[in-house]
């Protein structure tokens, strides 16, 4: 045994060594001319998404102004979108997102609920609503001593009652729902009037009535669980031990696919009541466990109440969790709960958990404090209510949609001895961008906002900087760009704006190269700006995901062009320098070498680039893994992670 186990140890550091080994080695310097590069691989370390949400009705029926934002991560409060719209007619928003590679899910925000979505095939679909699924499960009767039931109320192992209706969900009635309770804005920003102290919150009734409770929507990250209890008029329990029979109604107030098996519509008939009573709504935050009955919910979990004063929050104006308003068109009361407490934690946008009480007849209610839905504000009148509306006093602009998000920065960087190779170490000339597309409340680009940044200058030659964007110059109108003296645009069915001849008119040459070399003076980088309009707006969809074509010019000469790889020359480039050096363009395959090398390479990030004659590979010790995977492996490889970069052979600011 014990010569068994010293070969064991023996074998164990052996595998050891040799890992250590082979992470040594796949760390090791490669020169760029020396790595292994497919020919169809396109250096691209984002890829284009194409976005496709849906809202519907239960019964199919399309609905439009839903506004979505969509970010490429779990959204917080100091989250910015990526990009913006609106549903259309058809209740669709369609859209495409250049994200970087390495991002797998998008997270939609908008109709009451904030949900991740896969990214598939580089598709984001999903459809909010639609058809009534079948139903599912064995229902058995209720076994849970700890809480009281509807007479004649079954459920599932998920909490699906049953005996219960389906009944239709009006496209207009969930439209306006939707503004009512807007997602993840807080309620005293979107609709304060619903929070006024003398607003009723519970439904009182002065003569026998029957009552039904139907679920809408639920935008919440918990397993709710929806009760009532009544109390006679004018008698309100002040303490929870007043209250004296709970009854629960949906064990699991959760959609179908999300948590639950509810469809918007499902309706259950709570009974009879007779005059002089009130009926009170309590929701049990995360109660639900799954499993039995259906009937699982806990008794000890934080439970929230209709009546403000039965809450636990002690500053009172955090105290109210739900807001009832109604709606005369169809005859609705309308509820809404906030299922976290109010004074840490929630954000207060009141849609958790959404649905509508129906009475016969609506005369037995008493409307006193009831507060009716209200309209929102649309001060330019473009479909778009004012608090979705990035630009709510212009009708020609609705939303933001930017490249990588508002604060965001992605970067090119060049190399620019092209149609010879250079010293790969990029940063001949390292520009940052950020693109915003504003679309109209239809989804059309209106107005393209360009910003960049000039970071750094490691050359002699005083190269340009220009992009040809995918629009006619017959429809550009309204161009204001930072620099106008060094700015101008070419004529064409694809414009090209040349933001300047040279890098120089920025920031003056020096002896030295402008930071990339360290121990030298330091520059502030340099920004510059063009924003133009669309005389005739174009459907984001149809729109060239940004940067564009973007491209340097080598020395001031105009038609010696250095653009990403694979990407095409304009008209005023000289052709005849194609296959001279070391360029190996052919068939579209532009500005690479014949082992496919470029000569420039667009970064979906701020990006910290080689020093000064530090090839890439000897900088960032993932780019030859990526390269040579064709964009499959290490897709973050410009990021700052362990082991991901050697700090003495990239460039600072100091």
Known sequence: MKRTYILIMIVSVFALLLTACAEKEDDAFVPVKDLTISPDFDWQASRLINVDLQVLTNRSEPVSHVVFELFDAAP???????????????????????????????????????????????????????????????????????????????????????????????????????????EYIALDVSHPEYLQSDNQQ????DQAAQVWITFVHEGANYKNSLGFHTYPNGNAPQTTSEIGTRTLILPNASLQGDGGQLNPGDTVYLGQFEGGTTLGWFLVSNGFTPGGSGTNVSTTAQVYYSTPELNPEGNPADKQHSVMVFDSQFQRFLIGFEDLNRTSGSDDDFNDLVFFITVNPIEAVDFTGIYPIAGSPDTDSDGIIDYYDDYPTDPELAFNNYTYGSDAWGTLAFEDLWPNVGDYDFNDMVVEYNYNQITQAANRVKKVEMRFRLKAIGARKANGFAIEVPFASSNIYAINASHPGLFAMEEGSEAVMRMFNSAFDLIPQQEHFINTEIGMPYYAPVEF??????????????????????????????????????????????????????????????????????????????????????????????????????????????????????????????
Do not use: C
């Open 76 to 182: 917080s409060a100091l989250s910015s979108p990526i990009a913006k719209g609106a549903t259309d007619d058809i209740g669709k928003f369609e859209t495409k997102l250049n994200l970087p590679s390495r991002v797998a899910s998008i997270w939609a925000r908008g109709y009451m609920s904030t949900i991740e979505i896969p990214i598939v095939n580089n598709q984001v679909s999903y459809t909010f609503g639609g058809s009534v699924a079948e139903e599912k499960g064995v229902y058995k009767a209720p076994d849970s001593k700890d809480w009281s039931f509807i007479p004649g109320i079954s459920y599932n192992s998920q909490g699906l009652p049953s005996p219960r209706t389906n009944v239709p969900l009006e496209a207009e009635f969930l439209s306006r729902v939707n503004a009512s309770l807007p």
């Open 202 to 205: 519970n439904l009182k009734i």
């Open 529 to 654: 700006s063009l924003s133009f309009k669309l005389q005739n707006p174009i459907n984001i969809v149809n729109v060239e995901a940004p940067p564009y074509n973007p491209f340097i010019m080598a020395n001031r000469v105009r038609s010696h062009e250095i653009h990403l790889p694979g990407f095409t020359p304009t008209a005023l480039m000289d052709d005849d320098l194609f296959n001279t050096g070391d360029d190996s363009s052919a068939g579209g395959n532009w500005f690479k070498t014949a082992e496919n090398l470029p000569w420039a390479v667009n970064i979906p990030a701020s990006w910290d680039y080689p020093v000064e004659n530090a090839q890439i590979t000897r900088a960032h010790l993932k780019f030859k893994n990526w390269a040579q995977s064709s964009g499959s492996s290490y897709t973050d490889w410009y990021m700052n992670k362990p082991g991901y970069r050697d700090s003495d052979y990239i460039y600072l600011t100091p």
